[in-house]
Every structure is written in structure tokens, then in C-alpha cells.
């Protein structure tokens, strides 16, 4: 079979990006995954039908997104680890069972493999859910989204993803798209490897009201003033995750630089090659990694040691919001996208630096 | 000398708060049975229950077990997963003809079909209680609603809907029965379809189903005496009660 | 036959008078009486007819009859 | 170093295969690699391609714009990618099927790739024979490396199918060292 | 019946909020409704069960809200004005189906009775579906939001909105909430008024191929680089939308204010209460009625002049996203907010501008 | 003398761009069934096809009447809505059975019962095609699939389901047939089949449905011959052919 | 002028239709009204409440939050809503229902509605007696208007339940009439 | 018997065989030759036994046949 993971010396394997996250779940004590087919995602739930099991694991082919997302509900709510994928449309779907996750604090791991849209698109790569992902369905509440822009990454964030679900009963959303889903590249596994949250006790959990009262995981609260104390309780929590778990990358950051590219995932990577081939200018990249919490903070501070801001992505400018956001002067802010599956070349990107700069790269 | 020994008083699996249903309604009715037959199993500390969107969706006030609240319609999907996480334990989705036949359709149907081994306990009361009485797939022909002001017609709406009938094709279902509860012998009976929706599941035989056509005075409005009347002629005329299927 | 009688749990009860009905030696009646929730609810007359049937709490959807069995026992 | 390779073709014709082929030997070659392949619609006689990169160092993007090999195995391939040819890519083309050539730029090598699989009887090897035909061109690796993947991928399905395509690689990179000086 | 209309004299009518989008929809020329029971919103399909055969009209009570809005799909790619109505996790529900109306070009209208989240939440009025309205589901495609403050505009803004979904082929949203569903309030009605587009030509509507080809409703773009062509006519689409139908009210803002507030919906009309009673400072508001398109522009011009913006939601920070973009000082913004169905008081509106500006309205 | 008269040709309701799907794919037989049908039933200018999501989406560009797309599952929503607005037009959905048993199970259940006059084609090639072959819940017991790497066991995901059987309770549906395209004298029977949905509609009956075996030859890694033989012996084993409802 | 009015108490006890009464009669005399019902838990016997606003000017916010009226049916109502009552408050109590008065601030008035209701053997009425009481000590409606609204409503349905509000309603006013001189 | 002949539209043709299987007169034969899309094409030998039986059209799932009846008529 193509595309087959080929296992390479000292635990390094050549490895698909819908494969990756497979094993990042196992490793990371997942045991329950749910999945409806959809390109360019299929490689997980075919992948799965056959590793799940081989781990001891609940694999359920969903006959739905719905299906899929109040399975992850049930399990996580159950208190396992658990774990659903899907691509744009499909996500769009479960954006009601995601709001329930959230306000019932049932934590789980969706994976987002994107493609074009809107309506049924194609099957290209795409970052055009980041609004979906970022600025979720109805309800005041985020769920953590993290971008990975390489296998290694699909692998080590899908780890975390499970981490940081447990660590704070929050819906993780690991958004990334076809081109990652389906490229393959050398990583490093870290099998069996201990997650830090991994043997937390889920008090919460629905296991039978052994030695206890009954206990409830739920999201209606009807009572005057309940629902808002609760969601109280939520946005502190927000606040203390993004307090403690932004993470970026800065690359080719030095202080004299003219330029920032801010791009995440697939883009970002490109932009790296950008700024590899952009001798003549002084360009670094930020790349946030947690989508939601956004290092808007970071960015502001960057924004002001450099002329341009470049924000690249393949959309319309949607992370462009939070971007504009976090930059104090909008003159500074350049905006090249490419939307409906097309990828913006390193060449094209390049181009448009140099022609908003003047040539000068700034 | 006479001594009082007290023979029946409200179970142990139900807490202290009061049913805030309406007065005679069927839920109230099924989630005292409910709770009758997890005391005599002896399963509180095992039994993990999924309510319903729904005027049941408070179940979980009332029950003093495990309760999971779950999306509209969605509601034997995470029962079904938690189910797989904890095939030990006793558990059932409740959910009512809004939740179960209307939007949840597809989802009780797979879950069915995957049989599932977990129980349903499916209370009919042909309307959407909750949001104040509009028709449901359940609601009789002729039946008035507050979206069927002149009475729910087959040309538009098609006719009612019968879920066990619908499900009784399926391999994967082990035990369909419909009851009513408008009478101590009635309701004894539904408590028996009941125990053995649970008894099937503890025994692994798998996917279980017992539609209860309940009373819903406030939407029909009627009194308690005239909805159990209501049931008893003309419910029950169009949705049989009985055992339809039982495989061991 | 036995002997019984029973115990309305007041504040439970909404009055749905269902069990008035199940009595076959009419022990139920409907008082004049609202309980905390503004319910009219029942009484238990005591005539001494109650069998402790349990036929009234069965029918009772509120779980808000009591069914208490006199039971003769030998002085000892 | 750094070699950013396109292979394009029609569903069937083995381009997938051809490209995972040569990722496989530049890992054997402890290279960094990416394989990005087309999905989606190739089963269906549509078109196919896919992406390899085989790099020294950390690789950027694994979405090739401007690719230092073309290996094209069709007219609809040559089409779609003739104006990604620059001047310093080797462009090496199947003849067989491809009978316009509109290719201006780069080195042009055409082979007839089909045609020599027809003539050992085995029309699905044209993709070994274009690979033949690359490590004949492309010195960074050596046949015999490439032939060393292939035996441990393909000798567990049948030795005969791989004896088939040891064939067909030796006559693709014999027929480029024949017809070819330059090189 | 409780909140049934009243007839007043001149044409006046004393009005519920969820009847006076029936009878706008019915005006409009709007012969095809689907809904499923959500409260707040129940009163929507209930009166339409009644009005809409009347009108000679279909009425389906769809079994779903998947059910409904892809019934007004088909009824809008058919060439009917169509219409749903929902609340807050049923408008979840919809978000694949509005982004394929999005990118089928489909027009249709979408009542949205915000409630609170997330989750199953509660029945009391909200916003905090703000952002599922304005950053919307998978691809990159924008509904135009509409957002109702009063009965009469409860009535206008759903005339509008079938103007605008036909002018522009595009799904319109009316965001409102509970309050504005339930509320009472007198408003004139415009009986069988013309609406500017209900007689525009639809050729491309799916009416059988009579004497031509057959045509398409699509959103599948598969060949290279089609979705991308696609995606670029629907952005010139939206630039056009721009910069024809933002709409919004300026309130008692004169040339010497102080302080600013954005509010939208039942929050701008309690702010304008507040403007009201806080006689002892200089307030203006400004109340974005288009909340896509989003009136950046001015807001931005209007923040030059005052030394604070505050913005005020029934969410913890929505729109203050949108606003954030447009105030080039992030220094001026405050924001207040309820949740949770949390209705904001005049009084702790006040004071909460009092407390930011030391007392004296700045 | 010799004349040459052309008494078949590829109908006017087709357009000139050739089909695309796999070699021996079913869907390319029943599309030209349909527009042999369109053709001599002269419904040409008034037939409204919703295409799914699955293989056939492509039948926008096949057929040369009206065509809508729908989100996967939602075809038959999609058909009502259209039916609704043009009741004199002929509208059908066609549907695989991903589309049709698993994502839009609730979706068209609801028409069925709604008794919407509409015609369903539907199309069982027991797995998703488009997506690459996975396991469907009308996969056979032991088909391999992408996603059943040791064949479908009933323990985990059922059995197969019978869309016709299921529907054959509903009493808004009029006319339930399964056909196979297997020979020259099943694709006739096919296509009577396909002609009494459309004359159904026509005449007002109501909604009206035909299931058809369809080879998958690319998913079932079988050359035509072989998928045309499969269905034969084994999925028409399970999914018996013949007409199940038929009420004027 | 700008009246706000907020009505509580339990479902069954007519609060929204009292509500909507005043809201009729606020528009009989060319008012701007809103009216704006707690909505779906009541029927269950849940607590219940409504908020009135009747102006000469365009109005603010619909939704109370320092009433100038406080119709208060039981003791939950109360309890819910005597943080609401400041100095210009008009608190009229269902004494019937209501036996600890922890209000302190506002005009506050006492009436036992129900029993007068159940004095004339119409329960439902309470809410009636509680419209009367209100006429009584507002002025800026006069009661024959209210009588007015009531009889356009009441008389479709049955002649004899408008005879039995109307009696409701004067029992009400004149409650007032006699036991509070400072009106 | 009628006699006839069968035309292939060969670009539609996908090469499924299906057509040779059905004509029991062998009048069409597998060919070597591909198509444009690649696929090896059957050909039609007309060996005079060709009845326009149609058998093959309504076989072939890409309406690539088209059926021609040889129509003897008096010359006039
Ligand atoms: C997605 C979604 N749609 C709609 C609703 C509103 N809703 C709540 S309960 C209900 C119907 C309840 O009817 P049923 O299941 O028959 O239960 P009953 O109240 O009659 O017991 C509906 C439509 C919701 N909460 N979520
Ligand atoms: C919401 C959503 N989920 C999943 C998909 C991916 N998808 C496309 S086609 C398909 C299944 C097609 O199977 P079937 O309906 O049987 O049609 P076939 O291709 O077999 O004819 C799926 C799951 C999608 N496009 N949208
Ligand atoms: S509305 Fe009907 S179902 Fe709901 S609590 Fe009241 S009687 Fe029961
Ligand atoms: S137990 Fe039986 S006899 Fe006694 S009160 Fe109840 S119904 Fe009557
Ligand atoms: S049956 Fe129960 S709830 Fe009903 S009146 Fe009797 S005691 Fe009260
Ligand atoms: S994958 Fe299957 S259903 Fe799809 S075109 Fe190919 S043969 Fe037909
Ligand atoms: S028409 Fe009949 S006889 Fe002629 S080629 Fe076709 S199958 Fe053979
Ligand atoms: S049946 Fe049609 S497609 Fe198949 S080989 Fe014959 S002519 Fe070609
Ligand atoms: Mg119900
Ligand atoms: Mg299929």
C-alpha cells in the first residue's frame, strides 16, 4: 500500500500526517476514536480500523459527524481519552456538539484536516475554518486550537492535544489540512510515551455512583444567574490558559529585522523557504501555534521593531483579524491569501514582499 | 399490639428533590418506576443514565445516579460511548418522541442497528413537551398542536410514525416492547419491559427498547384522569401495546 | 385481608388526583388543603378499610404515597 | 543539496509509486524527504502527480514550484507543468505518449518509456523504466541503491516482479547512457 | 391567547417580536418556511403553521434544523423567497448548510433568537452567537448579518433581508435574541409592500430546462484552480456589499462627546437608556445594525473624536473583536459584558462608565 | 437497397461530456437509464435532478437537465424543497448509500414518511466509493473495506441494512423496488422500475423509491465482469430483488 | 411620563395576562407600550414574571431593572424582587400569599387577592383584584378604561367570566379606596 | 432475423468488456488499440451476423454503442 509508514532506524519513521496522528493518539493513551470518512482525512479512520484495535482500543466507524462528536462527548464524559477527525464540512457539523463539549467541560481532541470551501470546496488544502476553529458556534467559549506545519508536529501537538484536554476539561482542536494530511516526512515517535496529564484522576468522570451521590455532566443551567456563574467559571479558565499555554516560534528573528511574516501551519512553513530565499531581505517569521490562545502580545511587541507585517495565509484573511488585533498601527499590515485549495508558492510570496516594500524588503 | 412496617416509600434512587414536571405526567411515572427498579436490581452504583433534551432533560435532578445530559437527539450516541467505556455498567438512554423519532431519527436507528448493547427507555407522549406542545412525527392524525392548529393532516405531514415497528427489521434489536401507564396493572407490566431492558443488558444480549405512551396534560391540555383516558381510547388504538420483539 | 394504611408525602404530590380514583374503598379524598407548591392535594381518610393494596402509590406519579402495613404481632 | 522532483502522469501509470520509489532512496541515503502526493480523484483515470523533495537540510515547502525534475509520463502531463520548466530543470519525458512537445526551457531527455516496458512484456513497469532513466541523469544517487529498495519492497510480493523491474530500471538508465553524451 | 397581535388604528399593530418576523416574511413575499421548535423562537413556526398556508404559502415543520435549513436550500435554489428560523445550538446545526448556500450562491434568510451558551445553556436572550453570525462556518464566504434592536426593526430587517439575499445571492442572517422574540412593542406594518427585488429575474433558479440547457446549483469546483476563480467572485461580491449596505444609527452623537459606546441590538437600546440617564456626561452611541459588513470605517473616524470607546455585549467579547480592529488606540476601549443570558441593567452600564472615566464620562 | 436506420444512440439527455466514473461503474448505468427515461417520457424540460455527495456528484455534468447539489445526506430535503416550489416539474433525488443509509438515514426517513411525491434513485454499491472504498452500513458481513480490514463483523458494526425493508412500514411511501443491472434483461427490468418512480410522481401517487445493486468494481478491487458477478451471487443473496410496496 | 411596571409570581396566578392587560390599557390611551413575558418554564408551575413599560416616549429598555410598580402575587415573587424596590417604588403585595414582608424601601401597599377572588368564588380572578388595586393607586389610568380593554377581550369569550372580572376589578379598586387614605 | 451493425463510440468507452460477453454472434472483439483516456477499446468485426439485438448497448454503462438496423428497401 502507498503511503504506508516505513520505520527507519533509532525510532525515526517516514511517515503520513494522517498517520501520524493515528499514532500520536495511541501513544498518547487514547483509546476511543470515532470517524466518518472524508477527504483528505481518510487515511485516519482507515488507519485506525486497524490500529485501535491492535491497541485494545473502541474504534467506531460513525455513520455521521453528529455521530462522530457525541461519541467523543460520551467518552470523554465517560472519562476516556477520545478522539474524532474530520475535514471542513464535517466540522461545520459538529459545531453544535463542540459548544456542548465546552460547556459541559467534556475535554476530547477534534481533528480538523482542511479543505477548500465553502460549501463542498475540493479536497485541497486550506486554512479557511480558522474562523470556524478560533471564533467557535453559539455560546460564550473557545476551544484550544493548535497548528501544527509539519509531521512531527501533527504527531507532538495531537500528543499534547490530549494533555492539555485533560488538563483543563476543554474541547482541543488540532487544525491542520490536506497538504499536511498527506505529506509524508521523517519523524521521531516517542511510543508508549508517559503524557503528563495522562493518569489525572477525572473525579468527574460517569463511572456509577460507587460509595458516592449520583453526578452529572451537564450544560443546562437553567437557574437566574446559574448559567452566567458558569460561564464565569469558564472564562477564568480561559484566562489562566492563556496566561500559561501560548505557544509560538520565531524564526530568523534577529533585531534587525524589517519585516514579520505572521503565518501558521502549511503557510508558515512556506514562508520559512520564503525567508531561506530572501537573502537580499531581513524578514522573520512568527508563527503562532496555539491559534486560540493567540500570542496577541507578542505579536504587538514585534509588530513595533519592524516596517511591514506581513500576514500570509490560505484564506481570505481570517487569522488577519487577530493579527490586526494585536498590531497597534494597521498601515503596517500587508495581507496575501490564497483561498479554495490554492497554496501560495514561495515565489509568489516573495514577490509580494518585495513589491509592498519597494524592493527593499520593508 | 399492631406494629407499622412500611412496604413502599419512595426509592432510595431518587433524590429529595421534587419532580418539577406538570402534574400527571408521564415522566414523572417512569422515572419513579426507574428508580424502583435500580433500588431492586441493586445497580445506583453502576447504573450511568443519558437524559434527553427535553422535559426530561432535568432527569438528573431527580435520579441519584450517574446522569449525562446529551445533544438533542444525540442522546443513545453518548449513551452507546459510554457504554464501550464501561460495558460493566448499567446503561440506558431516555429520551423522549421529539429527541428519539424526530431529530435523533438516525441516530437511534444506528444505534439500534449496531445493537448496541445498552437499554432505551422511549416515552411517547406525541408532541414536543418542552418548548410547548408543537407536533411531533408521533402525533396522531387529527391531533391539534400549536403547529397543527387545525390538526395534524397525513398530506402535509405524513402519518405518525411507529418506532418500534420501524426498528423491529433490524438484526441488531434483541427486545422491543410498547406499554402504557395508565393503570396499576399497566403500569406494573411497563416496569416488567423495563426490568427486562436492563436485565438484557446485564445478561449482554444486547440493543433493548421500551416505548412508553405517556401523558402530557399540559400540552393536550387535559386533565391528568382525561389524558390517561386520552391514551387508554385513542394513543394506544394507534400505537399497539405489547411485546413486539424478543430475542434471547 | 390485611390491614394498612398510608402516608401522603405532602409537598411531593400535585394534586393529579389519580389515586383518589385507584381506591376501591375510597380512603382518598381531596382536601380543601394547598401544599407549598399551591397544589390542592389529597387526603388519607383512615376509615379503616386500607389494605395497604399499594394500588394509590403505584398509580401516583410523584412517588408521594407511603404504603404502611399494620401488622399484628403477639405481645411478648 | 537540495533536489525538488515533480513526476506527473494519468491514474494507473504508476507516478505515486515512482515518486515514493525515489523518497525511499534518498531516506536510504539518510536524506531528509518529504512525498506529497495528489489524492482524491487519480483513481479515476484522472490526473496524478505527486511531490518529492530530497534535501540535506530541514525542508520548507514541500509544495514544489520550481522543480529541478519534471519526469512526465503524459501529453496532459506535459501540458499542465511545461511552464513550471526553468532553465535548470531536467524535464525527462516518455515519448511513447507524449507527441507534442512544447517544452522550451531545461534540459529535455525523452524516453520511450512505455514502449520499452511493452518490449519485456510488462506494461506497468514505465515507471521503473523513468526512474531508470533519472538515476542515470541525476548522479546524486547511485542505481544500485535505488535497485536495493526496490528488492526489499518488491521481493516480498513476488521475485519475478521484481526481476521484471530490475529490467526495466537497467534498460531506462542504459538507454539514457546510449542516447545521452552529456550527460 | 397570550401575545396575540393586536390592531391598532393607522395601521399600527401591537406585536410580538417572533410574530412580526412572520408577518415581515409574509410581506416580503416569502412563501416557504421550515422550522423545528427552539425556544425562544417558538412562536415563529407556531404562528407560521397558521399564517403561512393562509398566505398560500408552503409551511413545513421541518424534523431538524438540518432538515429545515436544507429545505430552504432547495426551496431558495429553486427560485423561492425562503426562510428558517432558529435558536442558538439549532443555528450551530445549520453552519454546514449555510456555507453551502454560501458558496451555491443560494439565497435564503436565517432567523437566529439568540439564547445563552454554550452548550444547551438556557432560554434567556443572548449574543453570543455573534461570532458563528459574522466569522461563519467552513470556507472562506460571509452571510450578511442583520441585528434588529426594536419590533419595528424586527419587521423591516426581515423585509431587508430578502432583499439583500436576492440582490446578492447570499445567505442573510437575523441576529436578534430572546428579549427582541418575546418583547411586545407597537410598529407599523407595510401590508404587501413591493419589495425592491421580489420580481428581479432568477435565471440561474432551477426551474426545469424549458427551451435551454440545463443549469447547475453547485459548489463542487474540483478542476485546478475553479474554487479559487469561484472564491474570487464571491469576494468581489462581499467587496461590493461592503461598500454598498453597511448600515448603522448614530445616537446622540454630536461634535463634542466623550465617550463612545458600540452596542448592537437589545444592548444599544438599553445604552441608549443609558445615555439617557447619564445626563452629566457627553455620550454618544453607535449602533452597528449590518454586523457583516461590519462599519469599521466609521467607528474608526467616530473613536478619533472621543477619548473612549466602550463596547458592550450580551457575550464576553464579541463584536469587541470587530471593534478592536477598527479603533487604531486599543488604550480607549472598555468592555462590559453579560453572559449567560445575563441581561445588562441601565444602572450597571452607567456606572460601569462612570468607574472607567473616573466619574466624569471620559 | 440497404438503409441504415439508428434505432439506439446515446440519449439527448445526456450531454456530450463522457462519464467519469471507474470502468463498470453502476452509476454510469443508471445515469444513462435516466436519460433514456427523461428522453421518452419527453420530461426533459421540466425534470429537477438533486445529485449527492458521493461519486455521482459529478451528475451535474452528465445530464443535460436541471441539476442541484445537496450537503451529503440532505438529498431528499433538497428534492422536497424543490418538489414543494415546482410540483408540476418531475424531481428526484439520486442517491448512494452513504449518502442515502448513512449520513441521511433521518433525512430520508422523514420524506418517506412525509409521503413527499417525489422518486429516489437510489444507489447501493455497499461502500463509499468517492472516499475511497470504506466500510458503509449497507456493507455485506465480511466485505473487506478500507476501513473493515478484517471484513465487517456484525459484533461491532451490525448488519447490513435493508433501506427497503426499513421503509416498506411507512404509509406515505407508495412504491418500493430493488433491481440489479447485472444483464440486458435486469437493466430493462431497472429501468421499468425507474419508469413507474417517474409515472408515480407524475401522476400524483407519491413518493416512490428504487434501490439498485450497482457495481463498485474500483472499491471491490474486481474488474467489471467480476463486480457484475458479485452482485449476482452474493449481494443480491442478501438484498433480494423484486418490487416490495406497490400501492396506486 | 414613564411608568415600569414588573408583575411576579407563579404560573397559573394570570401574571402574564395582567401584564398584557396594563400593556392594553397603556395603548387604549395612546402610549408607547412594551411588554415583555418570561417565557418557558412557567407552565410547570415555575415562577413567573413579566416587565411593562408605558411611556409618552420612545422606550429605552423594555427589561426593568428599578420598577416604579412592583406587582407582587407570592411570597417567592417578593422574595425575588425586594431588592428592586428603591424610594419611589409602589410595592402591591398579594397578602394572601404573602405572610413575611421583608420590604423595607417604597410605598407599599397590601391586598389579600386571592381571598377576595375567592370571595366571589373565581379564583383566577386574583390577578383582577390585583388590576383593581393598581387603578386605585395610579392615576394616571383611569379604571373605566381598564373595564373598557377587559370587556373588548372578556366579552367574546363568555359574558358571565367578564361580569365576574369586572366585579374582581372594583372589589380591587375599592379595597384600596377604603383601607389606604394617603392614595 | 434483422440484420444490423453497432458503432463504438470509442472516446466514451472505458474497455469493461461487458459489451463482448453479451453479443452471442462474437461480433465484438477486444482490440489493442487505446482511446484517448487510455483505454483498450473493443472493436465491432461485422461478420455479417450483427441482429441489432441491442443487447450490447444496454449492457454497455457508457452509451458508447449505437445500433444501426440494415434496412433492406425496393429500390424506386
Ligand atoms: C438542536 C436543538 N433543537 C431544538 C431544541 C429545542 N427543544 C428542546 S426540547 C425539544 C423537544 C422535546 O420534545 P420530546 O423529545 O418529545 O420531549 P418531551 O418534552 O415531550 O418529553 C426541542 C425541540 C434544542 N434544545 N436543541
Ligand atoms: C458532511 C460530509 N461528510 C463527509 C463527506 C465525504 N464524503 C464524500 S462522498 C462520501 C460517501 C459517498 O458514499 P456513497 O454515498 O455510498 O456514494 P458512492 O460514492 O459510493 O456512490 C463521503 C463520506 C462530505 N463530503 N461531507
Ligand atoms: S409539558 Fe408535558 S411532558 Fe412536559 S412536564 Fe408537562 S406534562 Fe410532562
Ligand atoms: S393502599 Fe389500597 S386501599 Fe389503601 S388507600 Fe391505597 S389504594 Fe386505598
Ligand atoms: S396520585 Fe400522588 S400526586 Fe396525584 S393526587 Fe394522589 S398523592 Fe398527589
Ligand atoms: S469508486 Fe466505485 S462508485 Fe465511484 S466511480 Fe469508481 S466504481 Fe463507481
Ligand atoms: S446488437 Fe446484438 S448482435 Fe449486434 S453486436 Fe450488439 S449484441 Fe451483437
Ligand atoms: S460495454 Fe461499452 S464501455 Fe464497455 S467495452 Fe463495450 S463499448 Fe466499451
Ligand atoms: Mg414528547
Ligand atoms: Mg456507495
Redo the contacts with the bound molecule.
Keep these: 500500500m502507498l503511503g504506508k509508514t516505513i520505520k527507519m532506524p533509532q525510532e525515526t519513521v517516514f511517515i503520513k500526517g494522517n498517520h501520524a496522528i493515528v499514532e500520536a493518539a495511541i501513544d498518547a493513551g487514547c483509546r476511543f476514536y470515532a470517524g466518518y470518512p472524508i477527504t483528505p482525512q481518510n487515511e485516519i479512520p482507515e488507519y485506525m480500523s486497524k490500529r485501535m484495535p491492535e491497541a485494545g482500543g473502541t474504534f467506531i466507524q460513525a455513520e455521521s459527524e453528529l455521530i462522530s462528536i457525541n461519541l467523543v462527548f460520551g467518552a470523554g464524559a465517560a472519562g476516556a481519552r477520545a478522539m474524532t477527525t474530520s475535514s471542513s464540512p464535517g466540522i461545520s457539523l459538529m459545531q453544535e456538539g463542540i459548544s456542548y463539549m465546552a460547556g459541559c467541560e467534556v475535554p476530547g481532541v477534534i481533528v480538523n484536516i482542511q479543505r477548500g470551501g465553502p460549501g463542498l470546496g475540493n479536497i485541497a488544502p486550506s486554512q479557511s475554518d480558522y474562523y470556524q476553529a478560533v471564533k467557535p458556534g453559539h455560546g460564550d467559549f473557545h476551544s484550544i486550537v493548535l497548528a501544527p506545519h509539519n509531521i512531527q508536529e501533527m504527531y507532538d501537538y495531537t500528543v499534547k492535544a490530549f494533555d492539555l484536554a485533560d488538563k483543563y476539561r476543554i474541547p482541543v482542536i488540532v487544525l491542520s489540512d490536506g497538504l499536511l494530511g498527506q505529506l509524508m516526512e521523517n519523524i521521531t515517535l516517542k511510543k508508549d510515551q508517559e503524557t503528563e496529564y495522562l493518569d489525572m484522576p477525572k473525579d468527574w468522570a460517569l463511572t456509577g455512583a460507587k460509595g458516592r451521590d449520583g453526578q452529572r455532566i451537564l450544560s443546562l443551567l437553567m437557574r437566574p444567574g446559574a448559567l452566567e456563574k458558569h460561564n464565569e467559571h469558564l472564562r477564568e479558565k480561559h484566562r489562566t490558559i492563556c496566561d500559561n499555554e501560548i505557544q509560538y516560534e520565531c524564526f530568523s528573528i534577529d533585531d534587525d529585522i524589517d519585516c514579520l511574516i505572521v503565518a501558521f501551519g502549511t503557510v508558515a512553513r512556506i514562508s520559512k523557504g520564503v525567508i531561506n530565499i530572501a537573502k537580499d531581505m531581513r524578514i522573520g517569521l512568527f508563527r503562532p501555534i496555539t491559534l486560540w490562545p493567540f500570542p496577541y502580545m507578542k505579536i504587538n511587541e514585534l509588530s513595533k521593531r519592524v516596517k511591514k507585517v506581513f500576514v500570509f495565509e490560505m484564506n481570505y484573511g481570517q487569522m488577519l483579524d487577530d493579527v490586526k488585533i494585536a498590531v497597534e498601527n494597521s498601515d503596517k499590515i500587508e495581507f496575501y491569501g490564497r483561498t479554495g485549495g490554492g497554496i501560495p508558492t514561495q515565489e509568489e510570496l516573495y514577490q509580494f514582499i518585495k513589491a509592498r516594500t519597494k524592493g527593499r524588503g520593508y | 399490639m399492631v406494629i407499622e412496617k412500611i412496604i413502599y416509600k419512595k426509592p432510595e434512587s431518587l433524590t429529595d428533590c421534587n419532580f418539577t414536571?406538570?402534574s400527571?405526567?408521564?415522566?414523572s411515572t417512569v422515572h419513579k418506576l426507574i428508580a424502583e427498579l435500580v433500588d431492586e436490581l441493586g445497580i445506583r452504583e453502576k447504573t450511568i443514565a443519558v437524559a434527553p433534551v427535553g422535559?426530561a432533560v432535568f432527569a438528573y435532578d431527580f435520579w441519584n445516579f450517574d446522569v449525562s445530559e446529551a445533544p438533542h437527539g444525540r442522546t443513545p450516541v453518548v449513551a452507546t460511548a459510554i457504554k464501550r467505556i464501561h460495558p460493566d455498567n448499567v446503561v440506558f438512554s431516555y429520551q423522549g418522541d421529539g429527541d428519539l423519532v424526530s431529530i435523533g431519527l438516525a441516530e437511534i436507528m444506528h444505534t439500534a442497528n449496531r445493537g448496541e448493547n445498552i437499554s432505551v427507555i422511549f416515552i411517547n407522549?406525541t408532541n414536543y413537551?418542552?418548548t410547548g406542545?408543537q407536533m411531533a412525527p408521533t402525533t396522531l392524525l387529527n391531533q391539534v398542536t400549536t403547529t397543527s392548529p387545525m390538526g395534524r393532516n397525513s398530506k402535509n405531514y405524513g402519518y405518525p410514525i411507529k418506532m418500534i415497528e420501524l426498528l423491529v427489521s433490524l438484526q441488531g434489536v434483541k427486545y422491543l416492547e410498547r406499554v402504557k401507564i395508565t393503570s396499576p396493572a399497566s403500569i406494573l407490566k411497563a416496569k416488567k419491559a423495563i426490568k427486562k431492558a436492563f436485565l438484557n443488558q446485564i445478561n449482554g444480549t444486547g440493543f433493548s427498547m421500551v416505548e412508553v405512551l405517556s401523558?402530557?396534560?399540559?400540552?393536550w391540555k387535559k386533565t391528568p384522569r382525561e389524558a390517561i383516558k386520552w391514551i387508554d381510547e385513542e394513543v394506544s388504538a394507534y400505537y399497539p401495546v405489547g411485546k413486539i420483539k424478543d430475542i434471547e | 385481608m390485611k390491614k394498612g394504611k398510608i402516608r401522603i408525602l405532602v409537598d411531593r404530590c400535585k394534586g393529579c388526583a389519580l389515586c383518589i380514583d385507584e381506591c376501591r374503598y375510597k380512603e382518598i379524598k381531596m382536601s380543601k388543603k394547598l401544599n407549598n407548591h399551591g397544589y390542592n392535594v389529597p387526603e388519607f381518610l383512615g376509615k379503616g378499610q386500607c389494605t395497604a393494596c399499594k394500588l394509590c402509590s403505584i398509580i401516583c406519579p410523584e412517588a408521594a404515597i407511603e404504603i404502611i402495613e399494620l401488622v399484628e404481632v403477639e405481645q411478648c | 543539496m537540495e533536489e525538488r522532483i515533480i513526476i506527473a502522469g494519468s491514474g494507473g501509470q504508476g507516478v505515486q509509486t515512482l515518486g515514493f520509489l525515489l523518497a525511499e532512496v534518498g531516506m536510504s541515503d539518510k536524506k531528509r524527504v518529504t512525498w506529497l502526493p495528489s489524492y482524491g480523484a487519480e483513481k479515476r483515470g484522472g490526473f496524478s502527480f505527486c511531490h518529492v523533495v530530497i534535501s540535506d537540510q530541514e525542508i520548507y515547502s514541500p509544495y514544489i514550484e520550481s522543480p529541478d525534475t519534471l519526469l512526465l509520463f503524459d501529453q496532459r502531463a506535459l501540458n499542465t507543468y511545461k511552464d513550471y520548466v526553468l532553465n535548470h530543470t531536467l524535464v525527462i519525458e516518455n515519448s511513447s505518449l507524449i507527441k507534442e512537445d512544447t517544452v522550451v526551457n531545461g534540459k529535455k531527455v525523452s524516453i520511450p518509456a512505455t514502449d520499452i516496458a511493452n518490449s519485456i512484456l510488462f506494461t506497468q513497469a514505465a515507471n521503473t523504466v523513468m526512474a531508470g532513466a533519472y538515476f542515470a541523469l541525476k548522479t546524486i544517487f547511485h542505481v544500485e541503491n535505488a535497485l536495493k529498495v526496490m528488492r526489499a519492497v518488491l521481493v516480498k510480493k513476488s521475485k519475478q516482479i521484481f526481476e521484471k523491474n530490475e529490467k526495466a530500471l537497467y534498460q531506462g538508465f542504459n538507454f539514457i547512457k546510449e542516447n545521452y553524451q552529456y550527460v
Design positions: 414536571y406538570c400527571g405526567c408521564g415522566h422535559c407522549n413537551g418542552m406542545g401523558a402530557c396534560p399540559e400540552s
